[in-house]
């Protein structure tokens, strides 16, 4: 039982006691650093209950606290508010639990859970992977980390968009212009040779809009009648329809991006269960449709097109269909969303990781399925997301202004590198050792950045800022867990000592309560769906770690026994910090 739970179950045997009075809940909340105290139970919420003056009421249940149970040793009630001051010996017994869990805080998956799938990444096979995906990609990742340490089964999974005029823009543009170039004749990654012709079909295609209104045509005819489009158009009909020559080239020029895509995520450090495509879920899609149309869920308009009529739920009516039979996103969706079910019928929810802009489109899928009759529906959650920004504007992949991700990962090394020589912190490692201390320091910073924010907000990027070894990044909390680890390696105790009976320094104090937080604010990760509250807590475990460093000698102690909990204590914290981590994706160093 938690200080929490054997807290509040004597508050309420206190109320009964001496109001006669029966109280739902408890209110706790950390006490304030001005006031003597460990936990503050918040006297107010009884008032409807308990009639009275708040702080005489607060001075009974400290009263009755301190004479029932061995956990309080003292209270002082400031206004409605009941301090409560714990024995040193409730730490140290937490404590002694806590130090023999690899894993504390972890929840192991129960055989009977309903698993939850979580999608992330979902990359259009004409372009790289860039900084907005960088987002989306160790968001998700990390979610579904969380997740299962909060003790749910997860499957992590994306669907590839690689159908659509977009492809077919890449492939008529390297059909024009590639003269037979391939990843291996160019030694050009296969996803950025793929991107560089859907630049170039912009190119081509812009071109031609201004030839056609040269002529005379308005912008708006000069887009749709441009020759480039039209034969993309084609092509794109052309593979609808199973024509060979296009399939192949479409299965070649895929196959290039998958092996580009299968690269940036080993260096992201991400990886997946299973993949689905939207070239084979949107058939599914399609046939939901159709029974969709004969139950009344959907209905046809004049043209042949089929909608969904969402006006009852406050929404528009929603295309699924266009008139000529061919597929929307709407229908892969829905298609995906199904077919998962029928892959992974244990599968009781599911996680989309996409941009803020889609919350609509979301807020319709969910309601069209939910109408198509799957309970499972009530469990879908569109984990929305804010754009992220750098200082130069916006980016945009058809003119080629995008950041790559592979050129970020590959500069937030270069800067590590950069600010790791100005301090000198690296002297006496071998360069290979070097290297790979940059990469974990700068792919380290560009998550920890990222994810401190809450999901929600838009950020802005800037990887200097993020690569600081003081402050709220990752590289500062990287720093304090290799200096743990050099803490570790100079000290010489022997760990079977009793430290039952010690008194703790206020340092200590306050270092154990923030360990035991821990499972506290995993769960609320999961329950939200937000990285955020696991990256500032460790933050905050780091500083309380770094203010009893700087305040408590531990391998100078006074004698044995302290020195033996204050290893065992910086242990626990470098513990929580790398398991922690873990659930960000990022790796810590044990040395730096």
């Not at 597929?327 to 892969?332: D, L, R, S």
């Not at 033996?564 to 990022?586: H, P, Y």
Request: with cysteine; proline share 3%; hydrophobic share 35%.
């Amino acid at each position: 039982m938690t200080l929490q739970e054997t807290l509040s179950h004597h508050v309420k045997k206190a109320v009964k006691s001496i109001f006669d009075a029966e109280l739902g809940s408890v209110e706790f909340q950390a006490t304030r650093k001005e006031f003597a105290g460990d936990i503050t139970v918040v006297v107010f919420p009884m008032l409807r209950v308990v009639k009275g003056n708040p702080v005489q009421i607060g001075e009974q249940i400290g009263t009755y606290l301190q004479e029932h149970i061995d956990e309080v040793d003292a209270f002082n009630v400031v206004k409605g508010f009941l301090n409560l001051e714990i024995s040193d010996r409730f730490y140290l017994d937490e404590f002694d639990v806590i130090k023999k869990q690899d894993t504390y805080g972890f929840v192991s998956t129960s055989s009977d859970t309903n698993a939850v799938m979580v999608e992330y990444s979902s990359p259009n096979t004409n372009k790289p992977l860039h900084l907005g995906h960088i987002r989306n990609i160790i968001l998700g990742y990390s979610v579904a980390e969380i997740l299962k340490a909060s003790g749910k089964k997860v499957y992590k999974t994306q669907i590839i968009n690689d159908r659509g005029i977009h492809i077919c823009k890449s492939m008529l543009a390297w059909k024009r212009y590639g003269n037979g170039e391939t990843p291996e004749s160019t030694g050009i990654k296969g996803d950025k040779l793929v991107g560089n012709y859907y630049v170039k079909f912009d190119q081509e295609y812009k071109t031609e809009i201004q030839k056609l209104m040269a002529d005379g045509l308005s912008e708006e005819e000069a887009k749709k009648q441009a020759p480039i489009l039209l034969e993309a158009q084609d092509m794109l009909r052309s593979w609808e329809s199973g024509d060979e020559a296009v399939v192949a080239l479409w299965k070649t020029m895929n196959g290039w991006v998958y092996d580009g895509f299968d690269l940036t995520y080993k260096a992201m450090g991400v990886d997946f269960d299973t993949l689905y495509y939207e070239s084979q879920t949107y058939l599914l899609g399609k046939e939901f449709v159709s029974e969709g149309l004969k139950s009344g869920v959907f209905f046809k308009k004049e043209d042949g097109s089929v909608w969904c009529d969402l006006t009852d739920e406050g929404l528009d009516e929603k295309l699924v269909l266009r008139s000529d039979g061919t597929a929307v996103y709407m229908t892969q969706d829905i298609g995906t969303a199904i077919q998962r079910v029928k892959d992974y019928p244990d599968v009781g929810g599911m996680v989309y990781t996409v941009g803020n802009e889609q919350e609509y489109h979301f807020q319709v899928l969910f309601l069209i399925i939910k109408k198509l009759g799957f309970k499972w529906a009530e469990h879908l959650y569109h984990l929305s997301y804010g754009m992220v920004d750098l200082p130069s504007g916006k980016m945009k992949s058809r003119e080629g202004t995008v950041v790559d991700a592979d050129d970020l990962m590959q500069e937030m090394a270069q800067t590590a590198e950069e600010i790791s020589k100005e301090l000198g912190k690296l002297d006496g490692y071998s360069e290979e050792e070097k290297q790979g201390l940059y990469n974990t320091i700068g792919l380290g910073a560009l998550k920890y950045f990222i994810l401190k924010v809450d999901p929600r907000k838009r950020i802005l990027f800037d990887p200097k800022e993020s690569i600081d070894f003081q402050g709220n990044t990752g590289p500062f909390i990287q720093y304090t867990y290799a200096r743990i680890q050099s803490i570790l390696r100079k000290a010489e105790v022997d760990q079977t000592t009793d430290i039952s009976g010690i008194t703790l320094h206020p340092k200590e104090k306050e270092l154990l309560k923030q360990i035991e937080l821990f499972p506290e604010v995993l769960q609320n990760a999961a329950s939200n769906y937000s990285p955020a509250l696991i990256a500032n807590y460790i933050y905050d475990l780091v500083k309380e770690f770094n203010s009893f460093y700087q305040n408590v000698s531990i391998l100078g102690a006074d004698n044995e026994t302290e020195k033996v909990f204050r290893v065992q204590l910086s242990e626990t914290v470098g513990k929580v910090i790398k398991n922690a981590f873990r659930l960000l994706g990022i790796e810590v160093p044990e040395r730096m």
